[in-house]
C-alpha cells in the first residue's frame, strides 16, 4: 500500500514537473519567436502580429495590445489589438503621454498591474469602459535606452497575473521594443526612399547614380527622354555600356576619374543643335543600407538640356554685339571730332567755358567707350571661353601682366613687387583670359592705391587642393566689410568712389567670369584705409566647354 501510494506522489511530481517544463519551454519558445522578428522581419504590421500571438500563448488571457510613442503628436497610440470586443485601431484610440496608466508606466518604467479596471481612477480613456476590462497588466517596451511604446495584456474576468507572467511579459516586451524600432525605422526609409524616388522621377532633368565600380544603381524616367532607353535597361549595367552619346559618356567617366573636387560642372555638346549642362558629385553613405555591410559610396550625375538657355544666349550676345557695334561708330565719331577741336581751337585759353563742357563730353565719352568695351569682353568671356585652353607657364603670365600695367604704376611711384613660389606646376587655361584677369586685378589696385603706395603680386601652389593660388595684395584705400561680398557684381561700384575714381564696375564681375569658367574661384580680404588683397585660386587641370 506505501509503495502504491509513494508510486502515484513521484508519478503526481513527474506531472507537475512536466507540466512546468512545457510552461517554461512555451514561455521561451514565445520569448524566442519575438527575438526571432529582430533579427528577421522589417515589416512592422508581420511584427506586431507575432508579438501578440506569442503573448498570448504564454499568458493565458483573453485578449491583447501594443501602443506605440507617437512623439509629433505627444501621445500613446494603439496600433495593434488581439481578442477585443471593440475596434481601436480603425479609429486609433490615442492617449496623452503622461495621462493614465500608460502614463505611470512611461513615468515608472516597470511592469504596471491593475486587478479592478472598471473602478481605477487611472483610467485616461472613457470609452475604454465599455470594453469591459476586469484585469490588465501593461510592460514598457524599450529601444536604444528609452521607452517606446507598451504592451497591454487583459482579461474580460478577474484574473490575478503572477510574477512569472509579468517577467515573461516584460521580457517579450523589450525583444519586441528592438524589433518594432527597427521595423519603424525600415518603415520611415521606405516612405522616405518612396518620397524621394517621387521627386527624381518628377524632374526633368536626367539623373544617374553609380557606384564604385561605374556601374547603374539608379536612374530616373527621364533617362529615357535624353537617350531613347528605358532607365531600367540601364540599371546595373558600367556606365561604359550604356547608349548615352559618347561624348557625353566620355567626359562624364573623364570627370570621374580625373576630378579631384567633390562636386564638378562641364557643357557638353551633342550633335550641332543641342547642349545639356553636367553634374557629377561624388556621394559618400554615413552608413550601411544593410547592417552589417560597408558603407557605401559613388557618385551621382545630374544631366539638363540647355539648349533653350544657349539659344537665348546667343541671341542676346548678338543683340550686344549689335548695339556695341552700333555704338561705337557714332561715339567714336564724336570723339574725334571733340578731340579735334580741342587740339587746334584752343578753346581752352579762349573760352575756358567751353573748353571745360568740351573736357566734360571727352571724358563721358571715353567713359561709355570703356563701358561698352568691358561689356563686349564679359560677353566673350561668358560665351567663348574654353577654346583656346592651353598649358601655361604660371611666371611668364604674371611677368606679362605686371609689364602691362607697370607704366601706370611707375606714373604713381607706387612701390611693386612679384613674389613667385619655386614649386609652380603648369596650369591649363586661357593663357589670353587670364592675362585679362590679372591686368584688370593690377589696374584696380592701381587706381585705389595712393601715390607711393605699394603692391604685391604673388603666387603660390597649394598641393593638397591641387590650385594654383594668385593674389593682388595693395595698400589702398580698402574696401568696407559691408560691401565686400558685393563687388564682384556687375555694375557694382562703392559708393565712397563713384565721384572720385572712374570706372564702369565691370572689371571684377570680369574677373570672376574668368576664374569661373576655369572651375576656379575668387576671394576677397580687406580692410578700410589698411588696403585689400584679392585672389583667386584656379584647378590645375580643368573641365571645360570645350570638351
Same mark, same amino acid.
Given at each position: 500500500?506505501?509503495?502504491?501510494?509513494?508510486?502515484?506522489?513521484? =508519478?503526481?511530481?513527474? $506531472?507537475?514537473?512536466?507540466?512546468?517544463?512545457?510552461?517554461?519551454?512555451?514561455?521561451?519558445?514565445?520569448?524566442?519567436?519575438?527575438?526571432?522578428?529582430?533579427?528577421?522581419?522589417?515589416?512592422?504590421?508581420?511584427?506586431? @502580429? #507575432?508579438?501578440?500571438?506569442?503573448?498570448?500563448?504564454?499568458?493565458?488571457?483573453?485578449?491583447?495590445?501594443?501602443?506605440?510613442?507617437?512623439?509629433?503628436?505627444?501621445?500613446?497610440?494603439?496600433?495593434?489589438?488581439?481578442?477585443?470586443?471593440?475596434?481601436?485601431? &480603425?479609429?486609433?484610440?490615442?492617449?496623452?503621454?503622461? +495621462?493614465?496608466?500608460?502614463?505611470?508606466?512611461?513615468?515608472?518604467?516597470?511592469?504596471?498591474?491593475?486587478?479592478?479596471? $472598471?473602478?481605477?481612477?487611472?483610467?485616461?480613456?472613457?470609452?475604454?469602459?465599455?470594453?469591459?476590462?476586469?484585469?490588465?497588466?501593461?510592460?514598457?517596451?524599450?529601444?536604444?535606452?528609452?521607452?517606446?511604446?507598451?504592451?497591454?495584456?487583459?482579461?474580460? +474576468?478577474?484574473?490575478?497575473? &503572477?510574477?512569472?507572467?509579468?517577467?515573461?511579459?516584460?521580457?517579450?516586451?523589450?525583444?519586441?521594443?528592438?524589433?518594432?524600432?527597427?521595423?519603424?525605422?525600415?518603415?520611415?526609409?521606405?516612405?522616405?526612399?518612396?518620397?524621394? @524616388?517621387?521627386?527624381?522621377?518628377?524632374?526633368?532633368?536626367?539623373?544617374?547614380?553609380?557606384?564604385?565600380?561605374?556601374?547603374?544603381?539608379?536612374?530616373?524616367?527621364?533617362?529615357?527622354?535624353?537617350? @531613347?532607353?528605358?532607365?531600367?535597361?540601364?540599371?546595373?549595367?558600367?556606365?561604359?555600356?550604356?547608349?548615352?552619346?559618347?561624348?557625353?559618356?566620355?567626359?562624364?567617366?573623364?570627370?570621374?576619374? *580625373?576630378?579631384?573636387?567633390?562636386?564638378?560642372?562641364?557643357?557638353?555638346?551633342?550633335? @550641332?543643335?543641342?547642349?545639356?549642362?553636367?553634374?557629377?558629385?561624388?556621394?559618400?553613405?554615413?552608413?550601411?543600407?544593410?547592417?552589417?555591410?560597408?558603407?557605401?559610396?559613388?557618385?551621382?550625375?545630374?544631366?539638363?538640356?540647355?539648349?533653350?538657355?544657349?539659344?537665348?544666349?546667343?541671341?542676346?550676345?548678338?543683340?550686344?554685339?549689335?548695339?556695341?557695334?552700333?555704338?561705337?561708330?557714332?561715339?567714336?565719331?564724336?570723339?574725334?571730332?571733340?578731340?579735334?577741336?580741342?587740339? *587746334?581751337?584752343?578753346?581752352?585759353?579762349?573760352?575756358?567755358?567751353?573748353?571745360?563742357?568740351?573736357?566734360?563730353?571727352?571724358?563721358?565719352?571715353?567713359?561709355?567707350?570703356?563701358?561698352?568695351?568691358?561689356?563686349?569682353? =564679359?560677353?566673350?568671356?561668358?560665351?567663348?571661353?574654353? &577654346?583656346?585652353?592651353?598649358?601655361?607657364?604660371?611666371?611668364?603670365?604674371?611677368?606679362?601682366?605686371?609689364?602691362?600695367?607697370?607704366?601706370?604704376?611707375?606714373?604713381? $611711384?607706387?612701390?611693386?613687387?612679384?613674389?613667385?613660389?619655386?614649386?609652380?606646376? #603648369?596650369?591649363?587655361?586661357?593663357? =589670353?583670359?587670364?592675362?585679362?584677369?590679372?591686368?584688370?586685378?593690377?589696374?584696380?589696385?592701381?587706381?585705389?592705391?595712393?601715390?607711393?603706395?605699394?603692391?604685391?603680386?604673388?603666387?603660390?601652389?597649394?598641393?593638397?587642393?591641387?590650385?594654383?593660388?594668385?593674389?593682388?595684395?595693395?595698400?589702398?584705400?580698402?574696401?568696407?566689410?559691408?560691401?565686400?561680398? $558685393?563687388?564682384?557684381?556687375?555694375?557694382?561700384?562703392?559708393?565712397?568712389?563713384?565721384?572720385?575714381?572712374?570706372?564702369?564696375?565691370?572689371?571684377?564681375?570680369?574677373?570672376?567670369?574668368?576664374?569661373?569658367?576655369?572651375?576656379?574661384?575668387?576671394?576677397?580680404?580687406?580692410?578700410?584705409?589698411?588696403?585689400?588683397?584679392?585672389?583667386?585660386? =584656379?584647378?590645375?587641370?580643368?573641365?571645360?566647354?570645350?570638351?
Amino acid at each position: 500500500m506505501n509503495q502504491s501510494y509513494d508510486l502515484q506522489s513521484v =508519478l503526481r511530481q513527474n $506531472q507537475l514537473l512536466t507540466d512546468e517544463i512545457r510552461r517554461r519551454v512555451n514561455q521561451l519558445s514565445a520569448i524566442n519567436s519575438v527575438a526571432a522578428m529582430v533579427s528577421q522581419s522589417l515589416d512592422l504590421d508581420a511584427t506586431l @502580429s #507575432v508579438a501578440l500571438d506569442s503573448v498570448l500563448q504564454v499568458i493565458p488571457v483573453q485578449a491583447a495590445g501594443i501602443s506605440l510613442i507617437d512623439e509629433a503628436a505627444g501621445e500613446w497610440v494603439l496600433r495593434a489589438q488581439r481578442g477585443w470586443k471593440q475596434d481601436f485601431v &480603425s479609429n486609433p484610440m490615442r492617449v496623452k503621454l503622461g +495621462e493614465g496608466l500608460s502614463g505611470v508606466v512611461l513615468a515608472q518604467d516597470r511592469v504596471v498591474v491593475t486587478g479592478d479596471l $472598471q473602478e481605477d481612477d487611472r483610467l485616461a480613456v472613457p470609452a475604454f469602459v465599455k470594453e469591459g476590462v476586469q484585469a490588465m497588466a501593461m510592460a514598457p517596451m524599450h529601444a536604444r535606452g528609452r521607452v517606446v511604446g507598451i504592451v497591454s495584456v487583459m482579461n474580460y +474576468e478577474p484574473y490575478e497575473f &503572477s510574477r512569472e507572467q509579468t517577467d515573461v511579459l516584460q521580457a517579450i516586451a523589450d525583444q519586441l521594443g528592438v524589433a518594432l524600432d527597427n521595423a519603424r525605422l525600415y518603415e520611415d526609409t521606405r516612405a522616405k526612399q518612396s518620397r524621394l @524616388s517621387a521627386i527624381i522621377d518628377s524632374t526633368a532633368d536626367a539623373i544617374i547614380v553609380l557606384d564604385q565600380q561605374y556601374r547603374v544603381t539608379l536612374a530616373n524616367s527621364s533617362v529615357e527622354s535624353f537617350f @531613347s532607353t528605358p532607365p531600367e535597361k540601364m540599371m546595373g549595367k558600367p556606365l561604359a555600356q550604356s547608349t548615352m552619346p559618347l561624348p557625353l559618356r566620355s567626359a562624364i567617366l573623364r570627370a570621374i576619374v *580625373n576630378t579631384v573636387q567633390e562636386r564638378t560642372y562641364f557643357d557638353v555638346q551633342l550633335g @550641332s543643335e543641342r547642349h545639356v549642362s553636367v553634374s557629377v558629385a561624388r556621394v559618400h553613405a554615413l552608413e550601411p543600407v544593410v547592417p552589417g555591410q560597408e558603407a557605401e559610396s559613388g557618385w551621382v550625375i545630374v544631366i539638363q538640356d540647355i539648349t533653350h538657355i544657349r539659344d537665348s544666349e546667343r541671341n542676346r550676345v548678338r543683340f550686344v554685339q549689335a548695339a556695341a557695334h552700333d555704338l561705337r561708330n557714332p561715339l567714336g565719331v564724336t570723339l574725334t571730332a571733340l578731340d579735334f577741336l580741342q587740339q *587746334n581751337f584752343g578753346i581752352q585759353h579762349s573760352s575756358p567755358k567751353v573748353g571745360e563742357v568740351v573736357a566734360l563730353a571727352l571724358n563721358s565719352i571715353q567713359r561709355m567707350q570703356a563701358l561698352i568695351d568691358d561689356l563686349m569682353n =564679359l560677353e566673350q568671356v561668358q560665351s567663348k571661353m574654353g &577654346s583656346d585652353f592651353s598649358a601655361v607657364n604660371v611666371p611668364d603670365l604674371l611677368e606679362r601682366a605686371m609689364l602691362e600695367v607697370q607704366p601706370s604704376i611707375e606714373s604713381k $611711384q607706387q612701390a611693386f613687387a612679384l613674389d613667385l613660389a619655386g614649386d609652380l606646376p #603648369v596650369l591649363y587655361g586661357s593663357r =589670353l583670359w587670364l592675362n585679362r584677369a590679372l591686368v584688370n586685378l593690377l589696374t584696380n589696385a592701381n587706381k585705389y592705391t595712393p601715390k607711393g603706395g605699394r603692391i604685391v603680386l604673388r603666387a603660390a601652389f597649394d598641393a593638397a587642393q591641387e590650385e594654383i593660388l594668385i593674389e593682388v595684395v595693395d595698400t589702398g584705400i580698402g574696401i568696407s566689410p559691408a560691401n565686400q561680398k $558685393q563687388i564682384f557684381e556687375s555694375f557694382y561700384r562703392e559708393p565712397k568712389v563713384r565721384e572720385d575714381y572712374m570706372g564702369t564696375g565691370l572689371g571684377l564681375s570680369i574677373v570672376k567670369s574668368i576664374v569661373e569658367q576655369h572651375n576656379g574661384r575668387v576671394y576677397v580680404q580687406s580692410e578700410e584705409g589698411q588696403g585689400t588683397t584679392i585672389g583667386m585660386r =584656379l584647378p590645375l587641370v580643368t573641365q571645360n566647354v570645350a570638351e
